[in-house]
């Protein structure tokens, strides 16, 4: 039979199958599921069906409706649509401030975004995901000074405090390496993944020092290490001076050359930390240079604060695959106030500054000054 004889079969017996007593529905069920083949339980709901009535998915019907889905989407694309496992742990963080902005939600309705798993935030955002999308050049030259005094590290597994940090360099060349350009220094801590972005006229000693000397009065934690790739903006003897020339020296490491995977952690923040907010245009006037430091130092607060990371904790391989292990996800901040490394009075300031933030103003100050800067790059 086929199915549009199976649905005029349904309509016509429906009505006097609901009429009918048990022994009557009983016979129509033995006659209709031997005519169409259907289970007896499937049987019964195609009866009990009203006509037009939408069919019920399976399973327990959801606990979260339309108006969690709308706290979720605003919450998911100010911090910058993040994996449903980040998100989920961006949620507690997040929550006081949206009410702080656009007003009180029900206990009812915090408890249940509070409890959301990350496969559930999954399902939910579907329709968010789907409305609102997914969302150049290498600059790096060979230093082939000093390579025989910078040692060689290829992993950082043994880092178990904040302190330790790589460093790379972006270029906002756009499509020719030729002339003079804005460049962008990232520092990330291997530790806590807290990162700090400066802008710099090239990348001279000069510039890229001073930039060094100011991401580390920024920092709640001392400078204990600094790994970077083989470029000649880390390779020369001014920035050997300058770590080693001081009372505590710091530990100086390098990746092997043509080995992305030794500044693993620094190089995935380049695309997180500069690309998304500059893109890949050429940025050739200098006094760009203040607006777009202005532009990182929000831009640092936000992710330092609001924005929780994974960290892997765990790689081994098994017969051809590869199976890791992360932890639970947390921002830099939660890392640095759970470590024992970071000390009263630091885990004090960093307190203060978290009560004070907002991350929907700041998402607001990011927006305009991003606007400002890639405007006058049209």
């Known amino acids: 039979m086929v199915q549009k004889s199976k649905r005029e079969y349904v309509e016509a017996i429906r009505l006097r199958y609901k009429k009918s007593g048990l022994e009557g529905k009983r016979r129509m069920l033995d006659e209709f599921c031997a005519v169409c083949g259907y289970h007896r339980k499937h049987a019964i709901r195609m009866l009990n069906r009203l006509p037009g009535a939408p069919k019920r998915k399976p399973g327990r019907p959801s606990q979260y409706g ?67 999308g997914i969302r150049g050049r290498c600059g790096t030259r060979p230093g082939s000074l000093l390579k025989n005094q910078i040692p060689i590290k290829t992993e950082h597994a043994d880092v178990n405090k904040p302190g330790v940090m790589e460093a790379d360099t972006v270029a906002h060349c756009g499509n020719s390496l030729d002339g ?129 990371t994974l960290k892997l904790i765990e790689k081994k391989k098994v017969g051809s695959r590869y199976i890791k292990k992360y932890d639970a996800p947390q921002t830099p901040y939660q890392r640095l106030m759970n470590s024992v490394e970071v000390s009263e009075l630091a885990k004090t300031v960093l307190t203060d500054v978290f009560c004070h933030l907002n991350p929907f103003a700041l998402k607001r100050q990011i927006d305009f000054k991003q606007d400002q800067i890639l405007k006058e790059l049209r």
Not at 76 to 97: D, E, G, S, Y
């Open 180 to 308: 003079d350009f804005a460049w962008s220094l990232t520092l990330t801590d291997i530790f806590s993944g807290w990162t700090e972005n400066r802008a710099v006229w090239n990348k001279g000693y000069e510039g890229v020092k001073q930039a060094i000397s100011d991401i580390e009065q920024h920092l709640p934690f001392a400078l204990t290490g600094f790994h970077s790739d083989n470029g000649g903006e880390f390779l020369n003897h001014h920035l050997i001076r300058y770590f080693h020339d001081r009372h505590m020296p710091v530990d100086y490491s390098r990746g092997r050359p043509y080995h992305k995977n030794d500044t693993a952690h620094v190089e995935q923040k380049n695309y997180t930390h500069v690309r998304l907010l500059l893109g890949y245009q050429r940025i050739e006037k200098e006094d760009r240079i203040p607006t777009i430091n202005q532009l990182y130092e929000a831009w640092a607060l936000f992710n330092n604060f609001f924005s929780p």
């Open 66 to 132: 339309e108006p969690e889905r709308k706290v979720l989407e605003v919450i998911w694309l100010t911090a910058n649509r993040p994996c449903a496992v980040r998100f989920k742990a961006a949620i507690a963080i997040w929550l006081p401030c949206y009410e702080q902005e656009y007003g009180p939600i029900s206990a009812e309705q915090r408890k249940r975004l509070l409890r959301v798993s990350a496969r559930t935030l999954d399902r939910l955002m579907k329709p968010v995901r789907r409305r609102h």
